[in-house]
């Protein structure tokens, strides 16, 4: 009787402890997917701001270009590392500037980057063989996104659109 007296409660321990790991790693993701999204968004003020002063089409803007234009703010972490962030740009022909992952992110950063954007129709995630964004809130969102193709951006690559300033 003892035995699964003793058993019981051990059992009972364990799946506590197992809910609240699971519990930390949700709220581990969610943290660095917060930072993540933090890192795309000031990387997409910096390529507008970069647009705006340098009104040209259809091209990129190098990460070295928007640190020696000071761009990006000297307090970021994006202006301190020396490697070029897995974000990537494109201006189009007709001025509209996408933002993009070169490289899937760690963990998924489609909910926060539509919680940053304030749920903007414009963010969403990049699906090969579809020809407009697609939102995790909206879902098709039916804003073309065709001119990113050739440009290897991986399937799933959360994407935000811009405008310069």
């Known amino acids: 009787m003892w035995n699964m007296l003793v058993l019981t409660a051990m059992i009972s321990l364990v799946g506590v402890y197992t809910i609240r790991n ?5 709220a581990t993701d969610a943290g660095v997917a917060m ?26 803007v190098s990460f070295s270009a928007l640190k020696s234009s ?4 000297a307090w970021s972490v994006l202006y ?13 022909a007709t001025g509209v500037i996408y933002i993009y992952a070169s490289s899937l992110p760690p963990v998924n950063i489609a909910a926060a ?20 964004l697609q939102s995790p809130v909206f879902g098709d969102t039916r804003i073309p996104v065709t001119a990113l193709n050739g440009k290897s951006v991986p399937d799933g690559a959360p994407v935000w659109i811009a405008m310069p300033k």
């Open 22 to 26: 699971f519990e930390t790693f949700a």
């Open 35 to 60: 930072s993540i999204a933090d890192s795309m968004a000031l990387y997409r003020e910096a390529v507008a701001d970069y647009f705006t002063q340098n009104d040209v089409l259809d091209t990129s």
């Open 70 to 73: 000071h761009m990006l703010p």
């Open 80 to 92: 301190q590392q020396s490697a070029a962030p897995i974000w990537n740009n494109y201006r189009d």
């Open 113 to 132: 980057i539509a919680m940053k954007s304030q749920n903007s129709v414009l963010n969403g995630v990049y699906q090969s063989g579809v020809a407009t």
